[in-house]
Structures are given as C-alpha cells and as structure tokens.
C-alpha cells in the first residue's frame, strides 16, 4: 500500500488531517524516516499490520490507540483503551507546575491516566516526588509501565482509588499541589463528540451534567491534603473559566485561570 493509497482511504472515511496521519502510518509500519517516504511517494508497504490499522481506523478508532502511543511533552508515552491519549493542550498544566512548585515538593496526581502528567513532570523536575491516583486498575498499569519506561518508577507511586470517595486514608497527609485533568466534558459536549472521543473511556470523559462534578468535589473535600502555600492544579475545558472561578470562590479559594495558545480557558490556579 502506498501513502497515496492511505491517504485516499483516510480522507474518504473523513479523517481531517488524512495527510499526516498517512505519513504517520505509512512510516510506523514501513519502517521507513519520513524523509525518504516523502522522497518516494509510490513507496510501498506490503505489511499486512498496515491494512489491518487502516482498517480500524476507517471505522474512527483513535490513530493512539492503534499505535499503542502518543507523544506527550517530547516523550513517547505507552497508551490503551483504558486510558485518555494524552493532548498537547495538558502540556500547559505541566509547564505552570514545573514553574511554581517549591524545590522537593511532593505533588499528587488526581485522574493519572496514562500518568503522562505526573511522569513528564517528574522528568522535567527531578526534585519532585509524587502519588498518582486513578479508579481505572488497567490504566495504572499503563501508567506504572510509562514510569519504568522513562526511569522515574522510584520518585512516581500509583494508587487504584475512587476519588469521588474521600474518606479513605492517603498515603501523605499533605501534598504541595494537586494537579488533575479530570473528567470535564458535559453532557451536550459527550452528545456532539467525534467519533474518535467516545472511544475512550467514559469515565475518564464525563464530568457530570455541566462538567464540574470532579472540580467541586475536589475543591470541597481535599482542602485539608494541601500543604501551607499548596495549590490546586486543574486541567479545564475551554468554557470552564468563569465555573471553576465562581465554584473556588464559593469555597474561599482565590483562582486563577490561565488560556491556552489558542485563547481558550485551560489551566485553574486555585489557592486558599
């Protein structure tokens, strides 16, 4: 098959981006440098694993999970169907993070997911520490995999909780910084989403009715895991802003909200 093949297959099953995606694809199983596959357009692959992905990815799988990765914050990062693919867009969270928090300090990670976030800024500070927690037991075990994977396993711990449950104990009684992109979309954004999205997990989707559930539990129940000086870290949605300030401010936080490179609400700052 070869990338002009892919890329008429990709653009007719309405994948926006079919072009790079070809490339992406063409290469992974070709084992060919993008250089010379774009030297040679009629290059072909014969690798049956390529028609097999096109053909799961014609029917809207998501091209990470296909893959098995996604790049996050300059690393390659393990992915399944049991985690959320990491965004570039998270990538702010860890950018603020790695600004603010105090040589040494202890962080946890709400919703680790993949544990991207807890991983990259772990590799980017080698001072911190962290817990990282998520109800899903196969998403941790992608997470654990991508600690090992980047060397940070012995700085990094993983936790199985729900953490819609707060009265279980953790394992520090204060943290520096709770950093969490949770669940956000809202009902109406779960109804109007692309096809790729409702491939991953629900549960690491859904926010609730408005998209806030996680946000004001969080902010109601874990005000006593911060440290003196500690924040809240909170990946939003980009209609989020005014929510979340109004929701801290109702609890007696002052909040910040940072946009992303596009102009749209991203990342929460929220302090006692």
């Not at 029917?59 to 098995?68: D, N, Q, W």
């Not at 817990?131 to 075990?141: G, K, P």
């Not at 993983?158 to 953490?163: A, I, S, V």
């Not at 009684?173 to 989403?193: G, V, W």
Request: negative net charge.
């Amino acid at each position: 098959m070869t990338r002009r093949e892919l890329e008429a297959r990709l653009s007719a099953a309405g994948i926006e981006d079919f072009r790079a995606e070809a490339n992406i694809l063409f290469c992974h199983f070709s084992g060919l440098s993008l250089a010379a596959a774009m030297a040679d357009r009629e290059a072909d692959c014969t690798d049956p694993a390529l028609a097999a992905a096109l053909a799961r990815r014609e029917v809207r799988e998501p091209l990470a999970y296909i893959l098995g990765e996604a790049y996050f914050y300059g690393k390659r990062f393990a992915v399944s169907p049991a985690c959320l693919i990491p965004r570039q867009e998270t990538e702010l969270l860890v950018d603020r993070a790695c600004q603010i928090l105090p040589h040494g300090a202890v962080f946890a990670d709400f919703c680790t997911g993949s544990g991207c976030i807890a991983v990259a800024l772990a590799l980017s500070r080698p001072d911190l520490w962290a817990d990282a927690f998520d109800l899903s037991r196969d998403a941790l075990t992608v997470a654990k995999a991508n600690a090992a994977t980047h060397g940070v396993a012995e700085r990094v711990f993983f936790y199985e909780r729900d953490l819609l449950d707060a009265g279980a104990p953790f394992p520090r009684t204060r943290y520096d910084a709770i950093l969490s992109n949770p669940p956000y979309l809202t009902a109406r954004d779960m109804k109007e989403a692309q096809p790729e999205i409702t491939s991953e997990p629900r549960m690491a989707l859904f926010g609730g009715e408005d998209g806030m559930t996680f946000y004001r539990y969080f902010l109601s129940h874990y005000r006593n895991l911060l440290a003196p000086g500690g924040v809240f870290l909170f990946e939003i949605g980009a209609a989020e802003g005014e929510q979340i300030r109004a929701a801290a401010e109702s609890l007696g936080y002052d909040c910040t909200v940072t946009p992303d490179y596009a102009g749209l609400d991203r990342v929460a700052e929220v302090r006692v």
